[in-house]
């Protein structure tokens, strides 16, 4: 079991909330992302860099996760992928993805996507919050509960 990371757009606070985890858990953390950042000096936390381009780290986060795994993104696609290839998927807002919502999660981001295409502006997502944090901190909490011993 391991945790990957979609680390580009993942918030700080997000990743050191992930960095405790796995060295609490003893669980593995992989940061994917197309630039250095830094990481703690930990068997249990690692970086991997791959080359920029559109949905690089995306797609090696689908080639390495495995059913087991969980993938922290807020990207709805890679979301969609990795939930199709059996693996769990969250959000950094601590909102768990599955089958029965990832469908739903596409449709509306598709529908915002046309919007700002054609000129509306929909503005970004609101800054995440100390609720937030902690909506993130507790679903990780229970993810891990249920998935190791």
């Not at 000129?119 to 190791?148: I, M, Y």
Request: charged content about 30%; glycine content about 6%; overall charge negative.
């Amino acid at each position: 079991m391991k945790i990957w990371v979609d680390a580009d757009a993942c918030p700080t606070v997000i990743k050191e909330i992930l960095f405790r985890a796995g060295e609490r858990r003893q669980i593995e953390v992989t940061l994917v992302a197309n630039h250095a950042m830094r990481v703690p000096a930990s068997k249990w936390v690692d970086l991997l860099i791959v080359p920029g381009g559109f949905d690089v780290a995306d797609d090696e986060i689908v080639k390495r996760s495995q059913p087991g795994d969980l993938v922290i993104t807020s990207d709805i696609p890679l979301a969609s992928e990795v939930i199709d290839a059996g693996v769990d998927a969250m959000s950094s807002r601590g909102e768990r993805y599955s089958t029965e919502n990832i469908k739903a999660r596409l449709n509306i981001r598709d529908f915002m996507d046309t919007m700002r295409a054609s000129g509306v502006n929909t503005g970004g997502p609101p800054a995440l919050s100390q609720g937030d944090r902690k909506a993130f901190a507790d679903e990780l909490d229970r993810w891990l509960a249920k998935n190791t011993k």
